[in-house]
């Protein structure tokens, strides 16, 4: 029976727009930016910094150095921050609901700290409230060390929340991460990048629970 749920944040939580990022770093001065950034798992310089390899500031530092010019922390988070196209009415109300029928959050996240600053902020929500305000724990590529659709990334999950594959349900939009994830015995779901996924989800576990 599922005890846990493992909610990806861009194209589940949060709806992703994977245009206007490009369009954000080629104004910074990245006209690369279509191969520098990836919808599910980012590549080189941004790839270390999404896998905790470099810090914000040697990432700043670096793309300072592609670009020609001085990139400042705000223009790298503003660039990062165009991956926010919104964060859903539906979701919040949603992981509020599931935590009160009492399951365990925990977030599983390919991130980096620019966007992670903006969602430890009140901003993240529309009712003032950070995204830890609903998550029982957070794993954060960056701050792991490990990214999806790496086995270490679920098996280290597995381990901090010392709990069977099998008893933990798992939501990403991202069909490369769900099979990794099943292939170690999670329970996967994979809505569609911007689509209300909240009636699935509680099929699903009324389903579990019979």
Sequence with gaps: MIKTIAFDLGGVIMTIDNDEPIRRFKE???????????????????????????????????????????????????????????????????????????????????????MQAWADSDEFSGDGHPLSFYFDRMYRSYEMREMKPQARFFRYILREENTLPEEILFVDDSMRNCAAASELGFRTLCPENGTDWTSVVMEFLRRDRM
């Excluded at 798992?41 to 300072?64: A, W």
């Excluded at 935590?99 to 365990?104: C, D, Q, T, V």
């Design 28 to 114: 910074i001065g990245a006209a690369d930016a279509e191969q520098l950034l990836d919808p599910y798992v980012q590549s080189g310089f941004f790839g270390d910094l999404e896998s905790g390899k470099i810090t914000e500031e040697e990432f700043r530092q670096r793309l300072s150095t592609h670009v020609g010019t001085e990139v400042s922390w705000d223009r790298c988070q503003y660039a990062w921050k165009g991956y926010v196209k919104e964060v859903p009415t539906y979701s919040i109300d949603a992981l509020s609901r599931i935590r009160e029928m009492g399951y365990r959050l925990v977030l599983a996240s390919n991130t980096n700290g620019f």
